[in-house]
C-alpha cells in the first residue's frame, strides 16, 4: 500500500497578535523559531515571553529547517486525504508539530531526517511541513 | 493537609441515553443530578456545593444553578477536560474538610453523538488560543495526537498494535454485561487489528465511543454518609498534575499520572499492589497503556506486555479495569470519561457492579482520568477510594 502525499484544504491559523512575523517569514520561505537573549533557550510555539523563564527579551533567529521525525502519523480517516501529522526535533533542539509532505506517506519513519518546505493555507497563508532529506541518511 | 477520609461518595449515577437529541444538555445535567441524589437518599435543598466543568453550557456553574435551583454556598467549575471530574471530587473533599461546603454535587452531561462529534474533526477551543495557529493548520486532531503517542510508544519500547488491541479486548469482556453498553459484542485482537485504520497505529477499534449521557455525584462529610443507607466509600487518596511540552520539549512516552499517581498513592499511604480494581481512563488502548505504566502497575515500557492475554479482565487478570465496559465500549458522555471512571469503581467498591464482573470484597479501587490530548498538553487525576 502506498499512500503518495497529495495537496489538502489547509485551515488558516488564526493568528494572535505577534504572530505576524513568523507567518510573514514562512511567506519568505523562513522558518523562525523564538530565542531567549536571557537564558538561551530556544521555544516554538512562538511566544511574547520565554516559556522557561518568563523574559521579554525573546527574538526571532532563523531556524536551520532541518531536523528528524520524533514521531508522526497518518491520519486516514479524517477527510477526503491520507495526511502525515508529525513532530520533528528541529537541530535547533526544539520539536515542532507539523506535517510531512512531497513524500510516500507509508515510507516515514521516526528519526527520519527531514527539511522545511512551505505549504499554502486555503487563504494563501504559508505554513512549514517538512519532507524527506534526501541527501541525508535516516538514523535511529 | 491530607484529604484522606475527610469526604465520602455518597451517591452516584450514570444516565443510562447513549443517544439524547431530543434533550437539552442542561436537561441531562438535571437529570444526572437527580439520579444520583436518590441514589444517595438527599433532596436537592440538601445540596450546598455544586462542582462542574466545561460541559456545562454558560458561566462555570452558574447556568446550571439556576436551572437546576440550586441554593448553594461553594462552587467550583475547574476545567481540565476529562479529567475534571476526578479533581472536583478532591476539590470537594478539601472544601467539606475546610467548612465551605457539606453535600457537594457534581455533574457532567453532553451529547457529542447527536451534535456529530468525531475525534477526526478539528475542534477549536475558541478565540484567543496561542497554541491553535501552530496546530490547528497541521489538521491536529484528538486520534492523530494520541496516535503519535502510541507511535513513539512503540518506537521506543516495542510495544505492538495486538498489545494494544488486548485493551480494547479486555474492555468487550466486561460490555457483553452491560445492557446499556454501546457496544456489546465480544471482540478479539484479531477484530482490532482488522477493523479500519483511523489514524497509524490506532485502528477504529482502539477508539473510545461517541455517546451522549452524562453521571453525578454526590460527596459529603463522614457522619452524613453514615446517616445514608448506602455502602460507605471513603477518599483516601487524590492527585492531580499537569503537562505540556515547555516550548518544544517534546517527551512523549510519559504522562502527568506519574505525578497525580505517585501523590494519590502518597496521601492513600498504598502501592498499586493494594489496588483490587481500576478504572482507567480509555480514550484510546494507548492511553490505558500509558497510564498504567505512569502509575506503577508496571515499569515504563511494560504496559503493552503488562495489558496482554486478557490481564485487565476480571476474574481472569491481575488488574480488572473498566467494568462496565468503559469509554471504549460503554460511553464516552460529552467526549469526557472521568465521571464515568468514578461511577464504576463506586459500584465495585459498593458490590453493585454486574455479578459477572464484580471483582470479590473489593476494598480498594483506583479512578484514573486523562484530560485534554497526550499529544499536547494534558492533565491527569488519580482518585484512590476504600469501601467501609
Same mark, same amino acid.
Given at each position: 500500500?502506498?499512500?503518495?502525499?497529495?495537496?489538502?484544504?489547509?485551515?488558516?491559523?488564526?493568528?494572535?497578535?505577534?504572530?505576524? @512575523?513568523?507567518? $510573514?517569514?514562512?511567506?519568505?520561505?523562513?522558518?523562525?523559531l523564538?530565542?531567549?537573549?536571557?537564558?538561551?533557550?530556544?521555544?516554538?510555539? @512562538?511566544?511574547?515571553?520565554?516559556?522557561?523563564?518568563?523574559?521579554?527579551?525573546?527574538?526571532?533567529?532563523?531556524?536551520?529547517?532541518?531536523?528528524?521525525?520524533?514521531?508522526?502519523?497518518?491520519?486516514?480517516?479524517?477527510?477526503?486525504?491520507?495526511?502525515?501529522?508529525?513532530?520533528v526535533?528541529?537541530?535547533?533542539?526544539?520539536?515542532?508539530?507539523?506535517?510531512?509532505?512531497?513524500c510516500?506517506?507509508?515510507?516515514? &519513519?521516526?528519526?527520519?531526517?527531514?527539511?522545511?518546505?512551505?505549504?499554502? %493555507?486555503?487563504?494563501?497563508?504559508?505554513?512549514?511541513? #517538512?519532507?524527506? /532529506?534526501?541527501?541525508?541518511?535516516?538514523?535511529? | 493537609?491530607?484529604?484522606?477520609?475527610?469526604? *465520602?461518595?455518597?451517591?452516584?449515577?450514570?444516565?443510562?441515553?447513549?443517544?439524547?437529541p431530543?434533550?437539552?444538555?442542561?436537561?441531562?445535567?438535571?437529570?444526572?443530578?437527580?439520579?444520583?441524589?436518590?441514589?444517595?437518599?438527599?433532596?436537592?435543598?440538601?445540596? $450546598?456545593?455544586?462542582?462542574?466543568?466545561? $460541559?456545562?453550557?454558560?458561566?462555570?456553574?452558574?447556568?446550571?444553578?439556576?436551572?437546576? =435551583?440550586?441554593?448553594?454556598?461553594?462552587? /467550583?467549575?475547574?476545567?481540565?477536560?476529562?479529567s475534571?471530574?476526578?479533581?472536583?471530587?478532591?476539590?470537594?473533599a478539601?472544601?467539606?474538610?475546610?467548612?465551605?461546603? %457539606?453535600?457537594?454535587?457534581?455533574?457532567?452531561?453532553?451529547?457529542?453523538?447527536?451534535?456529530?462529534?468525531?475525534?477526526?474533526?478539528?475542534? %477549536?477551543?475558541?478565540?484567543?488560543?496561542?497554541?491553535?495557529? #501552530?496546530?490547528?493548520?497541521? =489538521?491536529?486532531?484528538?486520534?492523530?495526537?494520541?496516535?503519535?503517542?502510541?507511535?513513539?510508544?512503540?518506537?521506543?519500547?516495542?510495544?505492538? @498494535?495486538?498489545?494494544?488491541?488486548?485493551?480494547k479486548?479486555?474492555?468487550?469482556?466486561?460490555?457483553?454485561?452491560?445492557?446499556?453498553?454501546?457496544?456489546?459484542?465480544?471482540?478479539?485482537?484479531?477484530?482490532?487489528?482488522?477493523?479500519?485504520?483511523?489514524?497509524?497505529?490506532?485502528?477504529?477499534?482502539?477508539?473510545?465511543?461517541?455517546?451522549?449521557?452524562?453521571?453525578?455525584?454526590?460527596?459529603?462529610?463522614?457522619?452524613?454518609?453514615?446517616?445514608?443507607?448506602?455502602?460507605?466509600?471513603?477518599?483516601?487518596?487524590?492527585?492531580?498534575?499537569?503537562?505540556?511540552?515547555?516550548?518544544?520539549?517534546?517527551?512523549?512516552t510519559?504522562?502527568?499520572?506519574?505525578?497525580?499517581?505517585?501523590?494519590? #498513592?502518597?496521601?492513600?499511604?498504598?502501592?498499586?499492589?493494594d489496588?483490587? *480494581?481500576?478504572?482507567?481512563?480509555?480514550?484510546? %488502548?494507548?492511553?490505558?497503556?500509558?497510564?498504567?505504566?505512569?502509575?506503577?502497575?508496571?515499569?515504563?515500557?511494560?504496559? =503493552?506486555?503488562?495489558?496482554?492475554?486478557?490481564?485487565?479482565?476480571?476474574?481472569?487478570?491481575?488488574?480488572?479495569?473498566?467494568?462496565?465496559? =468503559?469509554?471504549?465500549?460503554?460511553n464516552?458522555?460529552?467526549?469526557?470519561?472521568?465521571?464515568?471512571?468514578?461511577?464504576?469503581?463506586?459500584?465495585?467498591?459498593?458490590g453493585?457492579?454486574?455479578?459477572?464482573?464484580?471483582?470479590?470484597?473489593?476494598?480498594?479501587?483506583?479512578?484514573?482520568?486523562?484530560?485534554?490530548?497526550?499529544?499536547? &498538553?494534558?492533565?491527569?487525576a488519580?482518585?484512590?477510594?476504600?469501601?467501609?
Amino acid at each position: 500500500m502506498a499512500s503518495f502525499y497529495q495537496d489538502r484544504d489547509i485551515a488558516d491559523p488564526r493568528m494572535n497578535p505577534g504572530d505576524e @512575523p513568523y507567518f $510573514d517569514a514562512a511567506s519568505q520561505g523562513r522558518l523562525l523559531l523564538k530565542r531567549c537573549s536571557s537564558c538561551g533557550a530556544y521555544h516554538h510555539y @512562538p511566544r511574547a515571553l520565554c516559556p522557561v523563564c518568563l523574559s521579554e527579551a525573546v527574538e526571532w533567529v532563523d531556524s536551520s529547517g532541518t531536523g528528524v521525525v520524533y514521531s508522526y502519523s497518518v491520519t486516514r480517516k479524517g477527510g477526503p486525504t491520507d495526511y502525515c501529522i508529525a513532530y520533528v526535533s528541529l537541530n535547533e533542539g526544539v520539536t515542532i508539530l507539523t506535517n510531512i509532505v512531497d513524500c510516500d506517506l507509508d515510507s516515514v &519513519r521516526i528519526g527520519q531526517r527531514v527539511k522545511v518546505v512551505f505549504k499554502a %493555507t486555503v487563504g494563501g497563508a504559508m505554513v512549514p511541513m #517538512f519532507s524527506p /532529506d534526501e541527501g541525508k541518511a535516516a538514523s535511529a | 493537609m491530607s484529604i484522606k477520609g475527610v469526604a *465520602y461518595i455518597a451517591g452516584a449515577f450514570e444516565h443510562p441515553a447513549r443517544k439524547a437529541p431530543g434533550k437539552s444538555v442542561a436537561q441531562l445535567h438535571a437529570e444526572c443530578a437527580k439520579g444520583a441524589l436518590e441514589d444517595a437518599g438527599l433532596s436537592k435543598d440538601d445540596i $450546598d456545593g455544586y462542582f462542574c466543568a466545561g $460541559d456545562a453550557p454558560g458561566l462555570g456553574g452558574l447556568n446550571l444553578a439556576d436551572y437546576m =435551583g440550586l441554593r448553594v454556598r461553594h462552587i /467550583d467549575s475547574t476545567e481540565t477536560g476529562g479529567s475534571s471530574y476526578l479533581i472536583h471530587v478532591a476539590h470537594a473533599a478539601q472544601a467539606i474538610a475546610t467548612g465551605k461546603c %457539606t453535600i457537594a454535587l457534581i455533574t457532567l452531561a453532553g451529547r457529542p453523538r447527536s451534535e456529530g462529534s468525531s475525534g477526526t474533526q478539528l475542534r %477549536t477551543y475558541g478565540v484567543n488560543m496561542p497554541d491553535e495557529p #501552530f496546530e490547528i493548520p497541521y =489538521g491536529a486532531v484528538t486520534v492523530n495526537l494520541y496516535a503519535m503517542t502510541a507511535m513513539r510508544h512503540m518506537y521506543e519500547f516495542r510495544t505492538t @498494535p495486538e498489545q494494544l488491541a488486548w485493551v480494547k479486548v479486555a474492555a468487550s469482556h466486561h460490555a457483553q454485561h452491560n445492557p446499556h453498553a454501546m457496544l456489546r459484542d465480544v471482540v478479539t485482537v484479531e477484530d482490532v487489528i482488522n477493523s479500519p485504520m483511523i489514524s497509524d497505529p490506532l485502528h477504529r477499534l482502539d477508539c473510545c465511543v461517541v455517546s451522549d449521557g452524562g453521571g453525578a455525584l454526590i460527596v459529603t462529610r463522614p457522619e452524613i454518609a453514615r446517616s445514608l443507607a448506602r455502602p460507605l466509600v471513603r477518599v483516601i487518596g487524590a492527585g492531580e498534575a499537569i503537562h505540556h511540552h515547555m516550548g518544544g520539549r517534546v517527551d512523549l512516552t510519559h504522562s502527568a499520572t506519574v505525578w497525580s499517581g505517585r501523590k494519590a #498513592f502518597e496521601e492513600a499511604g498504598i502501592t498499586p499492589a493494594d489496588i483490587q *480494581y481500576a478504572s482507567i481512563y480509555d480514550s484510546f %488502548t494507548i492511553t490505558v497503556v500509558m497510564q498504567l505504566e505512569d502509575l506503577g502497575f508496571c515499569a515504563k515500557g511494560e504496559g =503493552g506486555r503488562f495489558v496482554a492475554d486478557g490481564n485487565l479482565i476480571s476474574g481472569i487478570g491481575k488488574l480488572p479495569f473498566n467494568t462496565d465496559g =468503559g469509554g471504549l465500549c460503554n460511553n464516552h458522555p460529552a467526549n469526557r470519561g472521568g465521571m464515568t471512571k468514578v461511577i464504576e469503581a463506586v459500584r465495585q467498591l459498593r458490590g453493585e457492579a454486574h455479578s459477572k464482573v464484580q471483582v470479590p470484597n473489593c476494598s480498594i479501587a483506583l479512578a484514573q482520568g486523562m484530560g485534554g490530548r497526550l499529544g499536547t &498538553r494534558h492533565a491527569s487525576a488519580t482518585l484512590i477510594m476504600e469501601r467501609q
